[in-house]
């Protein structure tokens, strides 16, 4: 489905970080650091394990409580409503918009109450949330905004990087991210008091001028690797060209997939300026067999996904917090319709020619009435 961009440049440096002794808290963290939160625009960067670690500290620092509500989309990788549960908090699904996949803006405000703590917009698939109107409204209830922007480094939204809108902005480096530190992550934000306190509580909650054994507060061990760091240093040094080549492969993927009728491209929507692509998703017509055509396409050797289901029809979701089909219409009929492709930046013509025709097959075996996609 997806495979990391990793040269010779990335290679040396984590062998030559290897080589030097120094395999935490060293001078890669800080350097990666000081690089991201320049590439974003933000005063601050607080690189942590994964991203799932660093929306976590994010539901902390907004003050997610037992019983504290966060609005967010069903629609994302299950991470973004969990680390509201890591607090306790419950996660406030609001529907999402059919065009962009994103939280529905006009269904925000009617969902916040006494107890909304946050509102956590997830900029999926790399596609920029409503920032403008996220904003206004979370203004006039004075609620806390954080960006789950693990999907979406280099984005912009009107002009404007995301990870630059709300009080703080996560990022994720996982190896079918646009770019990759194996495992990891960053938190930007603005703010002096909550780069501080994400310092500590990604460090065993250790003080900034405190003993190695003397702990401020409750911590975690978030913290990133120097072998991580380095490559996070290195594939940045690259990232405009990284995202470039994401661009141009998606662009392929667009025209070859004209021919193809019934299936339709994500495409940027919106106040979407630059969509930094983080997978290839494309929408089924409603009748076309979605599983069927899946497996169509895996016996050819052609894998895909179905991103996403929606978090609140998860097996534990619905077990344990009481939700079922039929809560969030819009994500559910989405999520139903949606395959993501094979996605990387190195795919060339011919790779996105058989992608195609494998998918042009599999709808003419599967839905004959749909025949006419060119093979
Ligand atoms: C929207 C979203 N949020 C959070 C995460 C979690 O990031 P990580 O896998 O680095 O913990 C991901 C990762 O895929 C994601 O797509």
New binding site residues.
């Given amino acids: 489905m997806s495979s990391p961009d990793i040269n010779e440049d990335d290679i040396a440096l984590v062998t030559e970080i290897l080589r030097s002794g120094q395999l935490s808290i060293g001078p890669y963290l800080e350097k990666f650091e000081a690089l991201i939160a320049d590439y974003v625009g933000a005063r601050h960067a607080v690189a942590v394990a994964?991203?799932?670690?660093g929306?976590h500290l994010c539901m902390r620092l907004a003050g997610v409580d037992d019983g504290g509500e966060v609005i967010t989309s069903p629609f994302?990788?299950v991470?973004?409503a969990n680390c509201i549960l890591y607090e306790r908090g419950k996660p406030v699904f609001v529907d999402i918009d059919e065009e962009s996949l994103n939280i529905d803006t006009r269904l925000v405000e009617a969902a916040i109450t006494a107890r909304t703590r946050a509102i956590l917009p997830?900029h999926?698939f790399g596609q920029p949330a409503d920032m403008d109107r996220l904003n206004a409204i979370a203004t006039r209830h004075s609620v806390t905004v954080v960006e789950?922007a693990?999907?979406a480094l280099g984005s912009e939204y009107k002009g404007r990087k995301v990870g630059t809108f709300g009080q703080a902005a996560?990022f994720?480096?996982?190896p079918?991210?646009q770019m990759t530190t194996g495992?990891?992550?960053v938190v930007v934000t603005d703010d002096p008091e909550w780069a501080k306190a994400l310092r500590s509580l990604r460090n065993q909650g250790r003080a900034e001028m405190g003993g190695w054994l003397t702990h401020d507060r409750l911590g975690f061990n978030y913290r990133l690797d120097e072998m991580s760091a380095g490559l996070g240093v290195s594939q940045l040094s690259r990232v405009e060209s990284l995202l470039g080549q994401r661009s141009a492969v998606a662009a392929r993927y667009h025209e070859a997939l004209k021919r193809i009728p019934g299936v339709r491209p994500i495409m940027p929507c919106g106040g979407t300026t630059r969509m930094s692509w983080?997978v290839y998703v494309v929408r089924l017509d409603d009748g076309l067999p979605r599983e069927d055509i899946a497996q169509h396409m895996a016996a050819q050797g052609i894998p895909t996904r179905n991103y996403f289901p929606p978090i609140h029809l998860q097996p534990f979701y619905r077990r344990d917090y009481g939700y079922r089909p039929g809560q969030f219409p819009i994500a559910e009929r989405v999520s139903a319709t949606t395959l993501a492709l094979p996605f990387h930046g190195r795919l060339n013509d011919q790779d996105i020619e058989r992608v195609c025709d494998g998918l042009a097959r599999a709808i003419n075996a599967v839905a004959p009435a749909c025949a006419g996609a060119a093979v």
């Fill in positions: 994964n991203g799932t670690a929306l994302s990788f991470a973004s997830i999926v789950d693990c999907e996560v994720a480096f996982y079918n991210k495992e990891g992550g983080f």
